[in-house]
């Protein structure tokens, strides 16, 4: 992973409840300074002078507690902890509250080549989104060959061969009226530890799609924004091949097949593709049939066990018969 | 043609999983094999899983194995033998 920076940060493209809403007010020549660290720190104890164990590699987060210290600290002009502080090479300071901090505390920070960062949000609201975002950036990631769509609301990665047929699939699935997450680099991501989001691997040609014969796509202007979706999780993953006449294919599907992806489990069918087989409708009814699996309902499941209890009321028919004859 | 009768000597009879298992086999043949109930005169193509099941063959049922075509003694072979080893259950 190439180095993130706090200019990344800034330029992170978060919206909604993912908003961090920050921006730089001083200290612009330290936004090349690298975020090494995924977490945050609230620098109290090193502004009162204690600095063993300071994390100084962290984010600095000044909340109205620090600011009132700080507040305290330049009525009585001592600058002596604030000075020690940015002596530390840190990432950036960030203050939440739209806080603005005293201009001699600008320039000593200006002076250290520390970004300085301003963020209207409360402090707590802050950490967490924070938080939620560094350990996005920094979840174990992988680009898949693929293409990612999003069926009855399930993510389904469908993978295989090239020229096996999967964007075309795709495209029917999105005239369907499902969406396209990503076509051919698929971006995946850990969040979390088990949960996986899928996303396109470059943003500038992301929601493209290339149909043999007819070129690149842009499936955005052709079909419109209901038809496309940026980041999806990964549920099921399903493997489009060639039909071998030779391979036993499941034909019960009462098995809990997976697959791994970064270490995460996720559940896994292999289509066989042939002439006469439409795959659209076929990942439509397996997009269908995890969603059921995920509320309770193992059709094959279910099925096996009223095949079973059939039979043993019958066994247990022909015994009361036989014992009657005696 | 050849035919053989077997008996189902796993306890749960022929459920989902014996029934792919013997679709399994049956569909790496080429002859036309039927499985035939005789007392009900039920006869059910043998590539086919819900046919089977539809069956409702238990405990001690006996079935005939039909086949007919370029493999028919192979193909009974094989079916036979999977009734043998009890679906690999028990």
Not at chain 1, 25 to 41: C, K, M, Q, T, Y
Not at chain 1, 91 to 106: G, N, Q, R, T
Not at chain 1, 141 to 161: P, S
Not at chain 1, 273 to 286: D, F, M, W
Request: glycine residues 8%; proline residues 3%; aromatic residues 8%.
């Amino acid at each position: 992973m190439n180095k993130f920076t706090v200019l990344d940060l800034l330029n992170l493209d978060l919206k909604e409840h993912d908003a961090l809403d920050l921006r730089c007010i001083a200290g612009r020549s330290g936004l090349v300074r690298p975020i090494e660290i995924p977490d945050i720190n609230r620098p109290g104890l090193a502004l009162s002078g204690f600095f063993d164990n300071f994390a100084f590699q962290r984010i600095q987060l000044f909340g109205r507690g620090e600011y009132a210290y700080l507040e305290k600290l330049f009525e009585e002009h001592s600058f002596a902890s604030v000075e020690r502080f940015f002596q530390n090479e840190m990432p950036c300071v960030i203050f939440s509250h739209s806080l603005l901090p005293k201009d001699e505390f600008i320039e000593i920070c200006t002076a250290s080549g520390c970004p300085l960062l301003q963020t209207s949000l409360t402090t707590t609201d802050f950490s967490a989104r924070i938080m939620r975002a560094l350990s996005n950036m920094f979840a174990p990631k992988q680009t898949i060959h693929g293409v990612f769509v999003e069926v009855f609301g399930v993510g389904v990665l469908i993978l295989g061969e090239s020229g096996v047929g999967k964007s075309e699939a795709a495209l029917e699935l999105i005239t369907h009226g499902h969406r396209l997450v990503a076509d051919d680099a698929v971006e995946i991501r850990c969040v979390s530890g088990n949960i996986l989001l899928g996303s396109g691997a470059n943003k500038v040609i992301g929601h493209h799609m290339e149909i043999r014969g007819q070129g690149i796509l842009n499936i955005t202007h052709l079909h419109g924004v209901s038809a496309i979706r940026d980041k999806m999780e990964i549920q099921l993953v399903v493997h489009l091949e060639n039909w071998d006449a030779s391979k036993n294919y499941d034909r019960l599907g009462d098995l809990d097949v997976t697959t791994e992806i970064l270490g995460v489990k996720i559940p896994y069918l292999k289509i066989p593709v042939k002439p006469g087989r439409n795959i659209p409708i076929l990942i439509e009814t397996a997009a269908k049939n995890e969603r059921l699996k995920e509320m309770g309902y193992f059709s094959a499941k279910e099925f096996n066990q009223n095949v079973l209890k059939w039979l043993e009321g019958e066994n247990a028919r022909t015994l009361y018969l036989q014992n009657s004859d005696l | 043609m050849t035919e053989r009768r077997v008996t189902i000597k796993n306890r749960a009879g022929i459920h989902a999983r014996p029934a792919a298992l013997i679709v399994g086999v049956a569909s790496n043949f080429v002859s036309k094999i039927n499985m035939i109930k005789e007392a009900e005169n039920e006869s059910i193509n043998a590539k086919s899983i819900m046919g089977i099941i539809t069956l409702g063959a238990r405990y001690n049922t006996t079935l005939l194995i039909r086949a007919e075509g370029p493999d028919e003694a192979e193909a009974v072979q094989a079916l036979s033998d999977l009734f043998e080893r009890r679906f690999e259950e028990e």
